[in-house]
């Protein structure tokens, strides 16, 4: 891991900041109009949302040739979503960024409302920018797109209360939306209008790198930011390369303006007792990094330590988003190539295989470090009975700062059950289910056509369901019910009906739509429980008729004949003898009437054909359409 440092360095780095932060407030470079209500509470406080759009407006009007400020839409309570677009490159809309080969970078702050930082960084970068332009503007070489609050009905939910684990500002906005949706699990169901808002923005602008600027939850150290890529769920190694090099140069960076970033968010493996040491999650599509990625791009999830004065966080936040439009401004066009190249790849992906979720290997219980790290930390206790409560508890003496010399758990590989071959030709959606999927096609620019002819005895693969693999969670994520299943694909045949959907895997979106539509993904549709009724029981044979049916069979009744066919009555001596020789032999078949009944009644054509069958199926076949 990156960016550990001793002692002394971080002492430095904290007379470095106080000078850059003592500077910034010292000599404000902006009319007073143009001050946030951060500045001038001297970080004590964080502005209403209607300084954000004052704010947007007010430097589109003063900057026209610079800035454009948008509306990408509302949120579920009505509120305006802005995003600022600004560039001094001349391009101003997504057709003149893409024309020019421009890379665009997009910030968004304030999904989790309370971890405001991002706002007031963005806002105060931007004018500063624009008011003073630096030596060096990274803004001739890119459009940076913001969008200062993403959970607007959230940051308009102010309480002193709201995060408990975070110092400052004064009042802090609400995690979830008006809906209580948590806008950083939602990337890949969108269930919100302010996802699906952004999700279209994304589509038009298409941003080479998203920042997603948080605050974490609690963890008490020195380290004053992390940032976290997952650039192993992309499926180009060349897009890999590039964004395993962005992160050290942004680390770097990050650094050199006096702060001490860590690589990835780390996790406590004991809560009590932070030497016991640290481990990296493997995240999942949900969040915007990976999204991200699963675009053929660079997603970066940044996080401002909670425990640190807001004017602190500001700061950090600022410098990071300095970092990163530098970084881009240096690397960006040859990034864009390698992103653009990664979706030519990405067109290719037919048959290939692929990885679509992995886990760290301590969850396998493998627990062999992969390193180890020296974290600024703190002296603390482990209490064997804390005062007050009892119990094993935790107290960091901040007093007393050290460094932890921690073991790294950061073994990261895929999930063997989520390993899947891609198919030739694509996903078809049968006609029955296009009024579920197609709106999550839409939402992700996903390319699909839909038939206007049936295909006849088409060859394709099934995915057969393992039944006692299927698990429905017990409790709600994100108000839905996730269901979890395994199985494989199988060949074969089947008339699909027109009006069906068909959804090429020859297309650069290819790694999403398979992370859509492929059952065992961590984001699938299937995952989300958008399929649930296929795999829930809806009829039953009664018992009597089970009776009467094994009866009939074990009798070899002329009736099994006229209600089953005459295979299955022709059957029926041999299968008399394989019972009595089971019933002779097999104690345990003799003593379990549940398993003597199924002996017969398997025998039977099913009665429910579509229970337990994933409902979407995939074809090696490219079909071709009629213009
Ligand atoms: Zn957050």
């Excluded at 048959?351 to 493998?366: C, I, K, Q, T």
């Excluded at 062999?368 to 935790?394: D, F, K, M, N």
């Excluded at 027109?498 to 984001?523: F, K, M, N, T």
């Amino acid at each position: 891991m990156a960016g550990l440092m001793n002692q002394r360095f971080f002492l430095l780095g904290v007379l470095a900041f106080m000078v850059i932060a003592f500077d910034a407030w010292a000599q404000p470079k902006s009319d007073a109009s143009e001050m946030l209500v951060a500045e001038t509470s001297q970080f004590r406080r964080t502005g209403p949302y209607a300084e954000v759009e004052a704010m947007c407006q007010t430097l589109a009007k003063k900057h026209p040739e610079f800035v454009r400020c948008l509306t990408l839409g509302h949120t579920a309570e009505g509120r305006h979503l802005v995003a600022l677009v600004v560039s001094r490159t001349g391009a101003l809309t997504p057709a003149q960024a893409k024309r020019a080969g421009i890379p665009v970078v997009l910030a968004i702050g304030g999904t989790h409302a309370g971890e405001i930082d991002g706002k007031d960084a963005g806002l105060m970068l931007i004018r500063d920018m624009l008011n003073k332009p630096l030596a060096k503007d990274p803004l001739k070489h890119q459009v940076f797109l913001f969008v200062p609050v993403f959970n607007v009905d959230g940051h308009e939910r102010p309480s002193p209360f709201n995060r408990p684990n975070q110092n400052g500002p004064s009042l802090q906005g609400e995690r979830v939306t008006a809906q209580r949706i948590n806008l950083n699990r939602d990337w890949m169901l969108g269930q919100t209008s302010e996802m699906n808002a952004m999700l279209q923005f994304i589509s038009q602008w298409d941003p080479l790198v998203t920042l997603d600027l948080h605050v974490t939850d609690g963890v008490r150290f020195r380290h004053d930011v992390s940032v976290s890529m997952s650039p192993m769920f992309g499926a180009d190694d060349v897009l890999q390369e590039v964004s395993d090099k962005f992160s050290v140069d942004l680390i770097e960076r990050i650094q050199a303006k006096g702060h001490h970033p860590l690589d990835f968010t780390p996790v406590l493996l004991d809560f009590e007792n932070p030497r016991a040491g640290i481990m990296r999650d493997a995240d999942a599509p949900r969040f915007s990094h990976v999204y991200a990625v699963l675009r053929n791009r660079i997603g970066v999830l940044v996080e401002d330590h909670a425990w640190d004065p807001y004017a602190h966080r500001v700061q950090t936040s600022k410098d990071v988003l300095l970092a990163a439009l530098e970084l881009v401004a240096a690397q960006g066009r040859q990034i864009l190539r390698a992103a653009l190249q990664a979706d030519d790849n990405t067109e290719k992906m037919q048959s290939e295989v692929v990885a679509l979720d992995w886990r760290n290997m301590l969850e396998l219980g493998l627990n062999i470090p992969t390193g180890q790290a020296e974290l600024l930390g703190y002296e603390y206790t482990t209490h064997a009975s804390a005062p007050v409560v009892g119990g094993r508890h935790i107290t960091y003496h901040l007093d007393q700062p050290v460094v932890w010399t921690v073991p790294v758990y950061s073994d990261i590989q895929p999930v063997n059950e989520a390993i899947v071959n891609l198919p030739r030709g694509g996903y078809i959606i049968p006609v029955g289910w296009t009024s579920v999927v197609l709106p999550y096609l839409q939402k992700h620019g996903i390319s699909h056509h839909v038939l206007s002819q049936p295909l006849k005895n088409l060859t394709l693969q099934e995915f057969h369901v393992d039944e006692d693999s299927i698990r429905f969670e017990t409790q709600t994520f994100q108000g839905r019910i996730r269901t979890s299943l395994e199985g494989e694909w199988m060949p074969a045949q089947m008339d699909i009906p027109p009006g069906s959907i068909y959804v090429p895997i020859r297309q650069a979106r290819a790694l999403l739509a398979a992370h859509l539509l492929e059952p065992v993904s961590p984001d699938s549709l299937s995952r989300w429980g958008l399929f649930n009724t296929a795999y829930e029981v809806t009829d039953h044979i009664s018992n009597h008729r089970q009776l009467q049916i094994a009866q009939w069979m074990f009798g070899q009744d002329k009736k099994i004949r006229e209600g089953y066919g005459a295979n299955l009555h022709r059957k029926l001596p041999d299968l008399k003898r394989e019972y009595q020789t089971r019933m002779d032999r097999d104690d345990r078949f003799r003593e379990d009437p549940e398993q003597r009944m199924d002996f017969w009644i398997r025998q039977i054509p099913y009665h429910d054909p579509t229970f337990n069958k994933y409902p979407i199926v995939r074809t090696d076949r490219v079909i071709t359409l009629q213009p």
